[in-house]
């Protein structure tokens, strides 16, 4: 999990990949929020294409790749759970807050990867690091 997060944190604009509600493959900017009790958190709200998308289909990919030319690709089922105190935590992100201003706002979505694999690379020729989180 160390790993995976660091990642994350290290490269913070990650790219969201979703099945539309057209059938169609969707990717977007996405940033990663942070770690709690075992699960990778996000956010979002409720009136995005993104969060309709999950509602239909909660399985994601999120991806990115840092300066160095390593990457990771990391997949699970997108939960969404109306918890304050993530709601919370989420507003000391300047870019949460400016988005969204209080944890109560009622378009404000918090959600988690349930199942999560997560796969770091490079072009070192070194094989793959695999994570079940």
Same mark, same amino acid.
């Given at each position: #999990? ?9 490269? =913070?604009?990650?790219? !969201? ?9 969707? /990717? ?7 770690? +709690?009790?075992?699960? @990778?958190?996000? /956010?979002? &709200? ?7 998308? #999950?509602?239909?289909? =909660? &399985? ?11 990457? $990771?690709? !990391? ?11 993530? +709601?919370? !935590? /989420? #507003? &000391? &992100? ?11 706002? %009622? ?5 988690? @990867? ?5 796969? $770091? ?5 070194? =094989? %793959?690091?695999?994570?079940? @989180?």
């Amino acid at each position: #999990m160390n790993d995976v997060v660091k990642f994350l944190q290290e490269n =913070p604009v990650q790219y !969201l990949a979703t099945v539309g509600r057209d059938g169609k493959a969707k /990717c977007r900017p996405f940033m990663f929020c942070f770690e +709690k009790d075992g699960k @990778l958190w996000f /956010c979002t &709200n409720c009136t995005k294409d993104v969060y309709k998308d #999950m509602q239909e289909n =909660p &399985n994601v990919e999120v991806s990115v790749s840092s300066p160095s030319y390593a990457w $990771i690709r !990391l997949s699970g089922k997108a939960v969404f759970e109306n918890n304050m105190e993530v +709601k919370e !935590l /989420c #507003m &000391n &992100n300047p870019i949460v807050k400016g988005q969204y201003n209080t944890a109560d706002n %009622p378009i404000f979505e918090v959600f988690y @990867l349930e199942n999560a694999q997560a796969v $770091i690379a490079d072009f070192s020729g070194n =094989p %793959p690091k695999e994570y079940t @989180l």
